[in-house]
């Protein structure tokens, strides 16, 4: 048989290894640990870690914190617990903070090396609407190295406020287009030197960005109050990437135009071979995953968290959020909307405040599509890096929605959990012509289609609990399942049951009971149902209580609704959350909890148990797993997914 495909060495991802063919493959997941990690990142996670292990390499997991003011403990924790749950081990746990002296060594070889001038903040010609306006030099492009290195030393020692000042990069503002404009003259070679000199003057990337920055909260969470000012992105990653010896440094396609000044700066420092991807790291680009129909931005998702209060500042998570986005800096967040924001901020403050309460429960409501959501939900981390792949590791965007994730989700749960039946609502079913004490004890597989998962014991007795769905007052010709009169088959047992009677609830008029009978005379039902019976104590079913998660909003494209002013909160779907508090299920849950023979998910089996990687196929029902709601007197289930697209159920 032919060796399976390996997909990181396929398409672009090959072409990128083709490019810088090294033995020692180093790469790195850089996180900002400033929020919880969306769907989106299981792709940078997937691709760095799958990439480096394909080539028998390492991949470090990057804490990128050289924002202090955004930055919290959990979400460190939840970064890495994600990583491992996707399944990899990250070679080490670094963060840029780790690097924070030799860096600011670095800024002052710099202006040693007339590279950086310092700044008053102005001059990149940033007009209001954010297009670039007219922009020259700033009047300290020429200062002395000396007079710069005080200035930026008084900069590191709290001689400025925030906004201030800042440390520039001495890139290309200043070019002039007489510079690079071609003559008859210019030899072919000078031709190609001035068309290049045209790019990199203009490219915004590449007009004198910050290195340097004095921050409003400036208590970082690893360094203290060691410094007043913090390096940009720009200055930051490139650096960080050459000293942990990254041979491909993969990131989102945003960053493309960013390259040239990643390259500059390695240049400048010694520390990459100008026009060669030979010495330091090399920066190479890949599409995002985008899925449609949900929201992942940070914001946003903390108004459905926390709830807002829409033209209040204080109370508004949206304002509350906005930092004043240095408009030095061009690493700005690809799906955070400053403007909308910004928008939110100004109406926030006239006219009286609106209280908005939070849609949803934590970061971990199984509605959203943060990773901890998708976890607490039970999806395997297995389908997610499939779902990656799949979509396909290439330079363009991989936009998606929800229901071909479900469906992914779907496929792959088919072949690797248990079954089991599981009654959501269930009404209960006397076999009149059974003896009281019946008991049949059935031995089920867990997988029809492979005894080597294992089996477990189905008891059958003369109190069977069905679904409401599957029982009608009425009989209809094209209805299949149990009505008065009508017979149905029964999963895992020999004969069908015949409906002979029911009873109603006074005061609800809901049916509370049905009366049948069993066995070889009652004639065959078309269809089969599924069941749960009671049975002596060892055996009996379990209650539970189902949490079956529909979309959050009634919209398709919640990104588009009225976020600025909470509109978004009346096109919530009310159907969201589908509580069931009696459910059954049967005991084999049980043999599920304590780990059948099933295949453990590469992350679980490395010792990331959570509730959630007990998964099963309720029968006729839909995927679920356990939530972390349950307690040794309480299981509460969550539906993964519907086993077909919309059942509604
Ligand atoms: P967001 O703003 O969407 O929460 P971010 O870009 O601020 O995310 P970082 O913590 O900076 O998040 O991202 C870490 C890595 O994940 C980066 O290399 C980034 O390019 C990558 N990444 C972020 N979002 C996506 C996405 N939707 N698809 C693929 N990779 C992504
Ligand atoms: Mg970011
Ligand atoms: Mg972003």
């Given at each position: 048989?032919?060796?399976?495909?390996?997909?990181?060495?396929?398409?672009?991802?090959?072409?990128?290894?083709?490019?810088?063919?090294?033995?020692?493959?180093?790469?790195?997941?850089?996180?900002?640990?400033n929020?919880?990690?969306?769907?989106?990142?299981?792709?940078a996670?997937?691709?760095?870690?799958?990439?480096?292990?394909?080539?028998?390499?390492?991949c470090?997991?990057r804490?990128?914190?050289?924002?202090?003011?955004?930055?919290?403990?959990?979400?460190?924790?939840?970064?890495?617990d994600?990583?491992?749950?996707?399944?990899?081990?990250?070679?080490?746990?670094?963060?840029?903070?780790?690097?924070?002296?030799?860096?600011?060594?670095?800024?002052?070889?710099?202006?040693?090396?007339?590279?950086?001038?310092?700044?008053?903040k102005?001059?990149?010609?940033?007009?209001?609407?954010?297009?670039?306006?007219?922009?020259?030099?700033?009047?300290?492009?020429s200062?002395?190295?000396?007079e710069?290195?005080?200035?930026?030393?008084?900069?590191?020692?709290?001689?400025?406020?925030?906004?201030?000042?800042?440390?520039r990069?001495?890139?290309?503002?200043?070019?002039?287009?007489?510079?690079?404009?071609?003559?008859?003259?210019?030899?072919?070679?000078a031709?190609?030197?001035?068309?290049?000199?045209?790019?990199?003057?203009?490219?915004?990337?590449?007009?004198?960005?910050a290195?340097?920055?004095?921050?409003?909260?400036?208590?970082?969470?690893?360094?203290?109050?060691?410094?007043?000012?913090?390096?940009?992105?720009?200055?930051?990653?490139?650096?960080?990437?050459?000293?942990?010896?990254i041979?491909?440094?993969?990131?989102?396609?945003?960053f493309?135009?960013?390259r040239?000044?990643?390259?500059?700066?390695?240049?400048?420092?010694?520390?990459?071979?100008?026009?060669?991807?030979?010495?330091?790291?090399?920066?190479?680009e890949?599409?995002?995953?985008?899925?449609?129909?949900?929201?992942?931005?940070?914001?946003?998702?903390?108004?459905?968290?926390?709830?807002?209060?829409?033209?209040?500042?204080?109370?508004?998570?949206?304002?509350?959020?906005?930092?004043?986005?240095?408009?030095?800096?061009?690493?700005?967040?690809?799906?955070?909307?400053?403007?909308?924001?910004?928008?939110?901020?100004?109406?926030?403050?006239?006219?009286?405040?609106?209280?908005?309460?939070?849609?949803?429960?934590?970061?971990?409501?199984p509605?959203?599509?943060?990773?901890?959501?998708?976890?607490?939900?039970?999806?395997?981390?297995g389908?997610?890096?499939?779902?990656?792949?799949?979509?396909?590791?290439?330079?363009?965007?991989?936009n998606?929605?929800?229901?071909?994730?479900?469906?992914?989700?779907?496929?792959?749960?088919?072949?690797?959990?248990?079954?089991?039946?599981?009654v959501?609502?269930?009404?209960?079913?006397?076999?009149?012509?059974?003896?009281?004490?019946?008991?049949?004890?059935?031995?089920?597989?867990?997988?029809?289609?492979?005894?080597?998962?294992?089996?477990?014991?189905?008891p059958?007795?003369?109190?069977?609990?069905?679904?409401?769905?599957?029982?009608?007052?009425?009989?209809?010709?094209d209805?299949?399942?149990l009505?008065?009169g009508?017979?149905?088959?029964?999963?895992?047992?020999?004969?069908p049951v015949?409906c002979?009677?029911?009873?109603?609830?006074?005061d609800?008029?809901?049916?509370?009971?049905?009366?049948?009978?069993?066995?070889?005379?009652?004639?065959?039902?078309?269809?089969?149902?599924h069941?749960?019976?009671?049975?002596?104590?060892h055996?009996?079913?379990?209650?539970?209580?189902?949490?079956?998660?529909?979309?959050?909003?009634?919209?398709?494209?919640?990104?588009?609704?009225?976020?600025?002013?909470?509109?978004?909160?009346?096109?919530?779907?009310p159907?969201?959350l589908?509580?069931?508090?009696?459910?059954?299920?049967?005991?084999?849950?049980e043999?599920?909890?304590?780990?059948?023979?099933w295949?453990?998910?590469?992350?679980?089996?490395?010792?990331?148990v959570d509730?959630?990687?007990v998964?099963?196929?309720?029968?006729?029902?839909?995927?679920?797993?356990?939530?972390?709601?349950?307690?040794?007197?309480?299981?509460?289930?969550?539906?993964?997914?519907?086993?077909?697209?919309?059942?509604?159920?």
């Open positions: 048989p032919a060796a399976p495909v390996d997909p990181f060495r396929q398409g672009w991802l090959k072409g990128v290894y083709d490019e810088k063919p090294v033995k020692e493959v180093h790469t790195r997941f850089p996180p900002e640990p929020g919880y990690l969306h769907i989106g990142h299981a792709k996670i997937t691709v760095n870690f799958g990439f480096a292990k394909s080539h028998g390499g390492i470090n997991l804490f990128d914190d050289t924002n202090p003011t955004k930055e919290e403990e959990v979400y460190f924790t939840a970064i890495k994600m990583v491992q749950w996707l399944g990899f081990e990250p070679h080490k746990i670094t963060h840029s903070s780790d690097e924070f002296d030799k860096l600011y060594e670095l800024a002052e070889e710099l202006i040693k090396r007339e590279k950086a001038p310092d700044e008053v102005k001059g990149r010609g940033k007009l209001a609407n954010g297009e670039h306006g007219p922009r020259s030099a700033c009047a300290h492009w200062r002395s190295v000396d710069n290195m005080e200035l930026f030393r008084k900069m590191r020692d709290g001689g400025y406020k925030p906004g201030e000042v800042v440390l990069m001495k890139q290309y503002l200043a070019t002039k287009p007489e510079e690079y404009e071609v003559s008859e003259e210019d030899s072919a070679e031709k190609r030197e001035k068309e290049k000199l045209k790019a990199l003057a203009n490219n915004p990337a590449m007009w004198d960005v290195a340097y920055r004095v921050t409003k909260n400036n208590h970082h969470h690893r360094t203290g109050d060691k410094w007043r000012i913090y390096p940009t992105y720009e200055f930051t990653h490139c650096i960080c990437d050459a000293l942990e010896d041979s491909h440094s993969l990131c989102t396609v945003e493309e135009t960013l040239p000044a990643y390259n500059w700066l390695l240049d400048a420092l010694d520390m990459k071979t100008e026009g060669s991807d030979e010495k330091g790291p090399m920066q190479r890949y599409g995002r995953l985008n899925v449609e129909g949900t929201i992942l931005s940070k914001r946003r998702i903390a108004m459905l968290v926390e709830g807002t209060t829409v033209n209040d500042t204080v109370n508004n998570p949206a304002s509350a959020l906005t930092d004043e986005l240095d408009e030095l800096t061009l690493a700005e967040d690809g799906d955070e909307e400053p403007e909308t924001t910004t928008e939110a901020a100004k109406a926030a403050t006239s006219g009286p405040g609106r209280n908005i309460p939070p849609a949803v429960m934590s970061w971990d409501d509605r959203l599509f943060t990773l901890v959501a998708l976890r607490r939900r039970g999806v395997p981390p389908a997610l890096k499939k779902f990656v792949l799949d979509l396909g590791v290439t330079k363009a965007n991989a998606t929605a929800t229901h071909t994730l479900d469906s992914h989700i779907r496929t792959y749960l088919e072949r690797t959990v248990p079954r089991l039946m599981l959501l609502d269930p009404i209960k079913v006397t076999l009149t012509n059974l003896p009281d004490d019946y008991l049949e004890e059935r031995e089920v597989p867990f997988d029809p289609k492979d005894k080597a998962k294992g089996t477990h014991i189905v059958f007795t003369k109190t069977i609990f069905i679904d409401r769905d599957d029982f009608r007052e009425e009989d209809d010709p209805f299949f399942r009505a008065p009508k017979s149905v088959g029964l999963m895992n047992v020999e004969f015949r002979t009677s029911f009873t109603k609830t006074l609800t008029g809901k049916v509370d009971a049905i009366l049948a009978e069993y066995g070889k005379e009652v004639p065959a039902g078309k269809a089969r149902i069941w749960v019976a009671l049975s002596p104590a055996h009996s079913p379990i209650n539970a209580e189902v949490r079956v998660f529909n979309p959050l909003f009634k919209s398709q494209t919640p990104n588009s609704l009225d976020w600025k002013n909470g509109g978004y909160y009346d096109d919530l779907n159907e969201s589908v509580t069931y508090p009696n459910a059954m299920v049967e005991c084999g849950l043999e599920v909890r304590r780990g059948a023979p295949p453990k998910e590469e992350g679980e089996a490395m010792g990331v509730k959630s990687s998964r099963f196929q309720g029968l006729r029902t839909a995927f679920f797993a356990l939530d972390k709601d349950t307690t040794d007197d309480k299981v509460v289930l969550n539906r993964i997914v519907s086993l077909k697209e919309d059942t509604g159920k």
